[in-house]
């Protein structure tokens, strides 16, 4: 069976409809953000790193179909875990470095942390932002008019979740606009 490994977007159900999600845990990698060529914002891509590990959600590529996947992951390789599923990721040089002009996307993060949260609750928001590299990257707080495209309703306690958390990793204050 084709599976793959999701571990920012892809862990929120509601922005795609791939079948047989499963909670995971996979070793040997930790989250960083990223920018590519491909996107106007940093994107989560996983890195190598035998000490960590990071939660996702792995569920089923239909019928072994991966170009609808590939060109959601645009400007990600895909590349076989041991463990059975891929894992979409942004190799070591080829990348820019994250830039004044190019912020995170906080709708982007709302998105990853209502998905970590629905299926690992408070303590997998806690994992998530404890495995992910790359804090020190600007953010563009866009919540009132989302550019991510998959950009979902959270609740007053996801948004108050995602803001203390960042204050937790950033001990600067959120910008807006």
């Known amino acids: 069976m084709h599976r793959f490994f999701g571990y920012g977007s892809l862990v929120n159900r509601r ?18 953000w990223r920018h590519t060529a491909f996107h106007h914002a940093p994107f989560l891509t996983a890195v190598p790193d035998p000490e960590s590990e990071i939660d996702g959600l792995s569920a089923e ?9 590939d060109a959601r992951e645009t400007g990600y390789l895909r590349q076989a875990l041991p463990e059975g599923p891929s894992i979409y990721h942004i190799p070591d040089g080829l990348h820019p ?13 709302d ?22 590299d790359g804090w020190e990257a600007p953010i563009r707080n866009d919540r009132a008019t989302p550019v991510y495209p998959r950009a979902q309703t959270l609740t007053e306690h996801e948004t108050a979740l995602v803001d203390d958390w960042l204050s937790r990793v950033r001990p600067v204050e959120l910008p807006h606009g």
């Open 111 to 132: 998105v990853v942390v209502q998905g970590y949260l629905t299926e690992f609750g408070e303590a997998g928001v806690a994992r998530f932002f404890e495995t992910t």
């Open 15 to 32: 922005t795609h409809l791939y079948p047989g999600g499963r909670r995971t845990t996979v070793r040997g990698w930790r989250r960083a």
């Open 61 to 69: 590529v239909p019928g072994g179909d991966w170009k609808a996947l």
């Open 97 to 109: 470095e994250p830039e004044a002009e190019l912020p995170i996307l906080l709708s982007y993060l």
